[in-house]
């Protein structure tokens, strides 16, 4: 019998928790996103993290830019949040236009106030084996449903398919901790199949239906990080999930699956920036 990991009632759990931890604060933590452009996309993923952030008690400030803003005036904004007391967690919502270099304007939060752990600094924690001021949201999100779900990563063959700054690298930097065995493939791989079923715990994170039944080892654990509209408006993941469960032991849906962990991850990340400038 296959069980299908719920993401939204975890989430739903660690916003509550949060939301008390929340209304003791004298002072609110505040998150401020910075979105560059009218992107349809980043509207809804921008006032879904702000309604959510305010549900919990954040305060949140979105800050919007029309797409001439030169790279060093939007560098410029960046530097005044740093300076600003009264902001604890920075996020640029990607992605940026052509014009400006999205690896420069990560560049110039300073790690402190980095609420998606993307920061240099913070990526450098990660792979050392430290703690970053802040995990990347969906990875963390990822190992925490895990855990939620008693799912052993010991000693297990984790295949993540995909290996952006975001979700691919990190996510298997925090596996890694955990001591599973991990494997990376991408756009370059070769008998992706045959690779992915190896896999007892399977991450998909491309964007595109790419993961089915016959490429799932029977029992494993599969993840559906990927998020997008098929070719009939319905909102779907990478993994073709009516089929892959029949074969799966644990698998996430979409939408409710991953989603809702790494907006729940990212306002977990601002309550922790705030606390850790609060003892300074």
Known sequence: ???????????????????????????????AVIQVGNNEA???????????AEDVGIKSSIIKFHETITEQELINEIKKLND???VNAILVQLPLPKNINTENIIKTIIPQKDVDGFTAENSGDLINGFA???????PKGIIRLLKEYNIQIEGKHAVIV????????????LLLR???????CHSKTQNLKEITKQADILISAVGKKIIFK?????????????IFKDENGKTTGDVDFENVKEVASYITPVPKGVGPMTIASLLENTVELFEQQQKK
């Open 1 to 31: 019998m296959t069980t299908i990991i719920n993401g939204k009632e975890i989430a739903e759990k660690i916003t509550e928790n949060l939301k008390q931890k929340v209304s003791k604060m004298e002072i609110k933590p505040h998150l």
């Open 42 to 52: 980043s509207n809804i993923y921008v006032n879904l993290k702000k309604k959510k």
């Open 84 to 86: 600003n007391d009264n």
């Open 132 to 138: 970053p001021k802040a995990m990347p949201c969906t």
């Open 162 to 173: 995909g290996r952006s700054n975001i979700v691919g690298k990190p996510l298997s930097m």
């Open 178 to 184: 955990k001591n599973a065995t991990v494997t990376i």
């Open 214 to 226: 016959d490429m799932v080892k029977p029992d494993a654990v599969v993840i559906d990080v990927g």
